[in-house]
């Protein structure tokens, strides 16, 4: 029996997908459990990729005509209180403070003190309390649309956390929008989950659909929540990021009004969408492998390494004086509207450890150069998607690092897309529907995206249940023809995605 | 009598300064009181300036070696107990969580359930729950420096707050850095203040002093506070930033150790060093005047704003045309190594209050622009820090924009460093000191920085306090000469600067 080929990562995605997700993360220096529980810190790799899509999405907001404020990161008791819908899906998860003093107690230690006459939760999403600050801000129609976004930490007190995809605190960015009629506040929600689909598909190089959630995923207090969902190695959904239409529903628990040309007074009509950190889970596990992490290179913090080699000073000297003018070379080139981002890497350890360490956390390009390699002009380069490594010219690569990264993010996205839509089927009843999502083995990945007519969600929630199956949405495009649905035989208007999902 | 001039702000500096400084705010539109007490909302151009200051600060710290990372917000309550004077310093205003949920109450309303163990507390700073992490990752000497920056909102229970100058909730930066050696990490807090200080001096335009905390004034767990001092316009100090060697205080309390070359296992030394919000208020109070704030060029998120004037469709036609093409030669234009920041504010609004709006903003130049001037191939310009506008030939504007603006820079360094220096003296005895600092006229404004010898902070407490004086710094510069405390005649080898503050 041949021996398995030796990868960086143990257990491999196939041995075990869950365990593979927190190696990949450790040994590519992402993040780490903190010893609070269910908070994460964000290690520095971890956060300059985070801080790449940051300035991204934020020039996309800014682009569609969005400006960033800051709110307070507590909310008022009383105002989750306003919209029924809105508390019952976050009082059940939410960090609340109610006191504001510590004191020594008897034993030596502390304990809280000076109890607050109203309790404050930390905020799990800000709704109410910008809804109270718009309430202000919105008099007349001259003041609408309202654009704001606002990048902040955010609590949700879950019980089972995973690094990145549900943790306690989380990053993101939420933004809150107050229109003057219905029409404008959709086709925001609908501008915006278009500007996430953009960033997932054309930076991140993740393939996703675009749909509307069902009546029972919708955020609590939506009209309607359009999603962009993605599918991860192990053919499971994951939410990339959320819209959502609010009508009314807030400027009334809020008093939102304004006054419309008309003279009358009205109740606005308000928008929120938000991706957050999870973002990064999602990245990790489109596009890592066996060997760790795999950067898109359009987000990657350093696309390219360069490894210098040489035995002794003399080489040294001459080693480095060459990737620096090598690495000056390549910066002066641009990729995707931006010049080319290169680092050498000379910390003293050993080559092959080095280079592990830098496939590990996923940079795209990675250069050796020794002594060799500069008497024929050369560099040896291993592209992070790509198993072998090879000889380039030096004149070459200086000329064709946009294109190799341009082709790498493209191959990374072609990639993903092949996968999910290997993994996709379209399904026409409940036999298909439960050996589908139905392993043979316990462990095995099985399942995928099954697309289904379906006729409504109450008299299919067992089924769902039963096989831990969700609706993922109900996709946007290419989905006008009726049908029946797969588990009831009743008229169906629209196909729904269903997914096991994170 | 003569009638007094008109000016956008009431009350003025003279009439009452901390309203006139609300007043700027809210005419500035940079931020506002929150339903959350003590918690502010940081409006759309507040916000543009404290993202211009981020920008810069981190391009600062990323040049001086440092990574951003990010970590939790809450504090473990036996975290805050390590450290017994971090404790005393921090326990008596923070707020407190110690629910995980809410549930509905008998009155149909909600109350905190789920208690937690052990209460968390949100970060009024990190040193204790960074250090936890920290010690994790030191193990050896080849791990030092570790050198970390995290952008964070913290919280601090401040019972009586004023906007951006003190708030329950601000936004800052921490830095966190360990090293083997005490006299690495008085080099690192060093090199952070002067950090502080370029910044200060050459993007706020704020003239500031370095110096050393006393024991008294130091961040609690500190074995040395450096810190950064401005004067305000009411000749009160302002703290602008901090820097704290920690010695072995924190690396003791959190176990943060080393093997050293040597083999042996050593703990680590510390610092810390941090801006906050608090910058803003700082910018304010230094360069804004009766008619409003006045934003020095580095830091404006817009630097030249024009405005179109026009009666009639044809005209409008004819000027957004010529404004357009202007503004694209403007932003070609370059000063302090980046393109010129410029904005049409072609909103439908009467001339004069269009105008009122960007100089209650601060916006650094302004430029009208109608019928008439496109005739004579001019504009009108009116510069921020000058009352009297101009007329100025197009292709001369264009040419010398960076120029202006950098005059325009350095123009509002020299009026608040002599304003500075008009109000700084030296004093060698308590009764000269006591009248420095007593005004005759109980609302007037009054002294301003006493440079003094002194022998020892406790023999001269309680004439500070009768007099709400504080020691600021012991300057670091110029300050070798021995002398006798102005107090209590002892001999005394430094100076320190004393001044009434915020
Ligand atoms: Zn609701
Ligand atoms: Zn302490």
Same mark, same amino acid.
């Given at each position: ?316 000297? @001459?080693?480095? &004086?060459?990737? +620096?003018? $090598?690495?000056? %070379? /390549? ?123 379906? @006729?409504?969600? &109450?008299?299919? +929630?067992? $089924?769902?249940? %039963? /096989? ?35």
């Amino acid at each position: 029996m041949a021996k398995a080929p030796q990868n960086a990562i143990s257990p491999s995605r196939s041995e075990d997908y869950p365990q593979w997700y927190q190696e990949v993360i450790k040994a590519a220096d992402l993040a780490e459990n903190s010893p609070v529980r269910g908070c994460m810190v964000i290690k520095p790799w971890g956060y300059r990729l985070w801080e790449n899509m940051q300035r991204a999405l934020d020039d996309m907001f800014k682009a569609t005509g969005h400006q960033n404020a800051y709110f307070p990161i507590f909310i008022p008791m009383s105002f989750l209180e306003k919209e029924a819908e809105h508390v019952e899906g976050f009082a059940k998860e939410c960090a609340v403070v109610t006191h504001h003093r510590l004191e020594p107690d008897p034993d030596g230690g502390l304990r809280p003190a000076g109890k607050l006459e109203e309790p404050l939760i930390v905020r799990p999403t800000s709704e109410t309390i910008i809804g109270a600050t718009f309430a202000k801000w919105v008099q007349s129609h001259r003041d609408l649309p309202l654009l704001i976004n606002q990048w902040a930490n955010v609590v949700r007190w879950e019980m089972r956390t995973r690094l990145f995809l549900r943790t306690a605190e989380f990053l993101w960015q939420e933004g809150h929008t107050v229109h003057a009629t219905a029409e404008e506040a959709i086709e925001e929600t609908e501008r915006m989950v278009a500007v996430y689909a953009d960033f997932a598909e054309n930076w991140m190089a993740m393939p996703v659909i675009v749909g509307a959630k069902t009546p029972g995923e919708r955020f609590p207090g939506a009209v309607e929540t359009l999603s962009i969902e993605a599918m991860m190695q192990d053919r499971k959904a994951l939410q990339a990021g959320t819209s959502h239409f609010l009508g009314q529903n807030f400027s009334k628990a809020q008093e939102i009004m304004f006054q419309a040309e008309s003279g009358e007074r009205e109740f606005a009509w308000t928008t929120s969408w938000g991706v957050s950190t999870r973002l990064i889970g999602a990245l990790i596990m489109t596009h890592s492998d066996d060997d760790g992490f795999v950067l898109p290179p359009r987000l990657a913090p350093a696309q390219v390494v360069i490894l210098p080699i040489y035995r002794d000073d003399e080489q040294r000297a @001459a080693v480095l &004086e060459y990737v +620096e003018s $090598l690495k000056s %070379e /390549l910066q002066s080139q641009s990729y995707a509207d931006a010049p080319v981002r290169v680092e050498i890497d000379d910390r003293d350890m050993r080559g092959g450890e080095k280079k592990w360490h830098h496939v590990k956390r996923g940079v795209p390009i990675r250069l050796e150069v020794g002594p060799k390699d500069i008497e024929k002009n050369a560099v040896f380069m291993g592209r992070r998607d790509e198993s072998k490594s090879k000889g380039i010219d030096r004149a070459e690569l200086v000329s064709s690092i946009g294109t190799i990264l341009a082709d790498m993010q493209q191959a990374l996205f072609n990639r993903a897309l092949k996968l999910r839509e290997d993994n996709t089927t379209t399904i026409t009843n409940e036999a298909d529907f439960r050996k589908f999502f139905t392993s043979t083995d316990e462990d095995s990945i099985h399942g995928g995206f099954a697309y289904c007519h379906f @006729a409504d969600e &109450e008299s299919i +929630e067992p $089924l769902l249940k %039963e /096989l831990k199956v969700t609706i993922r949405c109900v996709p946007r495009d290419n989905n006008d023809t009726p049908g029946t649905c797969f588990a009831t035989g009743k008229p169906a208007e629209k196909q729904a995605i269903f997914a096991k999902a994170y």
